[in-house]
């Protein structure tokens, strides 16, 4: 068994139902480790880099809008996005998030408990987790700052950067 780790992401739909709690006690029966987790407020540019290998289909625009939550309008218009590790993390935390499409999910899993296609044809199936281990190195990577995780899992490197920062007044 290898030790992994993914990106898995409670979608606006699973912070505006309230299932934020539910997900996270599904997730715990995997036994993995938080390494990282925080809110995100998605911007376009980050959900069309998420979702850049989907750019040529039909339902893209929709597919970003929705991660972005703007479907749903403040305060749901965020994700909260989780780095996970454990042995075999990626096919064991799927299998428990369920089918992407609600429908299919066995309903037990996530999916299957919480997930629904919208008349519109929106898929909101609550939760993203990584597909394999490069999409993973990917998404972390997009979604995470090295610093922002409690465990060095990727090679990083240390740059200067001269650039204006938001603190705390």
């Known amino acids: 068994m290898a030790l992994e780790q993914l990106l898995i992401l409670i979608k606006p739909d ?28 998605v911007s376009a540019e980050l959900a069309q880099k998420h979702y850049f290998q989907l750019k040529d289909k039909p339902f893209f625009a ?6 972005q939550g703007k479907i749903y309008g403040e305060p749901w218009d965020r994700v909260l996005a989780f780095v996970y ?5 990626i ?14 999910a066995d309903p037990v899993s996530i999916r299957g408990a ?6 519109k044809g929106v898929y909101e199936n609550v939760v993203h987790c ?4 490069k999409e993973a190195e990917r998404e972390i990577k997009l979604w995470f700052k090295p610093d922002e995780l409690v465990k060095e899992i990727y090679p990083t490197k240390k740059v200067k950067e001269i650039k204006e ?3 705390w007044a």
Do not use: F, W
């Not at 590790?85 to 993390?89: I, T």
């Open 14 to 41: 699973g912070v505006k139902k309230s299932l934020t709690g539910n997900i996270l006690t599904k997730l715990s029966e995997a036994r993995m480790v938080i390494i990282g987790a925080k809110a995100v407020k």
């Open 62 to 67: 929709e597919l970003s809008d929705y991660i």
């Open 85 to 89: 590790q454990g042995e075999d993390a």
């Open 91 to 104: 096919a064991r935390m799927r299998k428990i998030a369920g089918a992407t499409n609600p429908e299919e």
């Open 114 to 119: 919480y997930g629904r296609i919208t008349t």
């Open 130 to 133: 990584s597909s394999d281990v």
């Open 165 to 167: 920062d938001r603190v």
